[in-house]
C-alpha cells in the first residue's frame, strides 16, 4: 500500500503539530505533500526537512519573501503566498486528504476548493460548518469527497454511526467538560475574572476555546457543526457535562440503548481516525488505564449557568445566517471580555442582544454569509459599548 498523501492547512497550531506526530508515527501509511502555515515560516522547516515536503505555502506574502530569500528550504521547494497559495496546496494532483485547521474564515475557500477537486478533508475549524455548513456538505455531496470531523466529539460520532443504518440513530449526545466555573455559584459568575476564566480543568487551549468552554459557546457551535454533520434536526443533539472528557460523545438508538465512545482527552486519537480511515493502527498516545481507579460522571448543564448554549440552540433551530451571526457576536463578546471591557456574565448578553438585532436569512452564496458575519461584528462592537462596565 502507498502512504496516503496530506496537506495540512494551519500546520503550525496544534491541530497541525499533533498531526506530524501522528504522521511519524505511521511512515508507510501517510506522508505530507503540502504544508501551509500564516506567517511563522521557521517553524516550517524542521518537518520540511523531516518529511520531504516539496510544497509549502504562507499566507502572508512577506513571510513567502523571507523564507524564498533565507536559502534554508531544500532546493527545488516551492513556496507559494497568499489566498491563491492557499486554494493551490489545497488542491495539488497527489494529495488525497487535507487537515483543514486553519483558523477563522480563511480556511473556508481552500477547504471548498479541496472538496471540490475531490479531497477528503479532515475537518477541524468549527467556523467553517458555523458558517457555512450548507455550502460545504454541498461541496463534499457534489463531488463524493469524505468530510472526516476532527473536533473530538464529533469525531467519536462518527466512529459509533460506522456501519449502522440510518433508521436506527435516534438521537446524538454530544459530551462538555462544563469549563472552568462548573461548580461556581451561579451568582459568583458576574465577578469572575479572566485569569479564573482561563483556567482550564482538561485540555490546554488558546484563550479564546477555553472561554468558550466556560460558558459553552464552544458547546454550541458544536452543535451546529453536528447538524451539519451528521444531518440531523438540532432538537435530536443533545449536550452533557462529562468532567472527565474521556467520554467523547454518545449516540441513543431507537431501541433506546446508547452506545460511548471514550480514550484519553488527546488529540492524537480523532486526528489519526481521520488520516487512516477506515484503518485502525496504534495510536501514538497514552492509553486509558483501567488499573487505576476511574469515575465518570454525567450531569445536565444548567440552564441558568450557560445562556450562550440556549442562544446557539436558538440559532442552530432558526437556521440561515443566525449561527453566523451567533459565532461573529460571541468572537466580539469574548474579545471585549479579555480586553477587560465587558463582565463575563456580559458575553451572553451581548450574544443575545446582538441576535436579537441581526435579522437572519437564508443565504444564497457564501458572500451571503460572510456579509451577515461582517454586520453581526459592527452591531456586537456597537451594543459592547453600553455593556461596559
Ligand atoms: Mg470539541
Known sequence: MEARPLTILGATGSIGTTTLNVVRAHPHHLRIAGLAAHARWRELLGPVHEFGVKTITLNDPKAAAEARA???????????????????I??????????????????????????????????????LLVLAGKFVTEAARLSGARL??????????????????????????????????????????KDVTLEQALRHPNWSMGPKVTIDSATMANKGLELIEARWLFDLPPDRIDIVI??????????????????????????????????LYPQRLPCPAPRLDLAQALTLTMAPPAPARYPCLGLARQAATQGGTAPAIFNAANEIAVAAFIAGKIRFTGIAELVGQTLAACPSREPNSLADVLAADAEARVMASRLALKLSH
Do not use: W
Open 70 to 88: 533565507s536559502g534554508e528550504f531544500p532546493a527545488g521547494t516551492r513556496i507559494l503566498e497568499g489566498n491563491d497559495g492557499l486554494i493551490e
Open 90 to 127: 489545497a488542491c495539488l494532483q497527489e494529495v488525497a486528504t487535507v487537515v483543514s485547521a486553519v483558523v477563522g474564515t480563511a480556511g473556508l475557500a481552500p477547504t471548498l476548493a479541496a472538496l471540490a477537486a475531490r479531497k477528503d478533508v479532515a475537518l477541524a475549524s468549527k467556523e
Open 148 to 189: 472526516l470531523p476532527v473536533d473530538s466529539e464529533h469525531n467519536a460520532i462518527h466512529q459509533l454511526l460506522r456501519d449502522k443504518p440510518r433508521a436506527e440513530i435516534e438521537r446524538l449526545v454530544l459530551t462538555a467538560s462544563g469549563g472552568a466555573f462548573r461548580d461556581t455559584p451561579i451568582e459568583q459568575l
Open 242 to 275: 462529562h468532567p472527565q472528557s474521556i467520554i467523547h460523545s454518545m449516540i441513543t438508538l431507537t431501541d433506546g440503548s446508547m452506545q460511548a465512545l471514550l480514550s484519553p482527552p488527546s488529540m492524537a486519537y480523532p486526528i489519526q481516525d481521520c488520516l
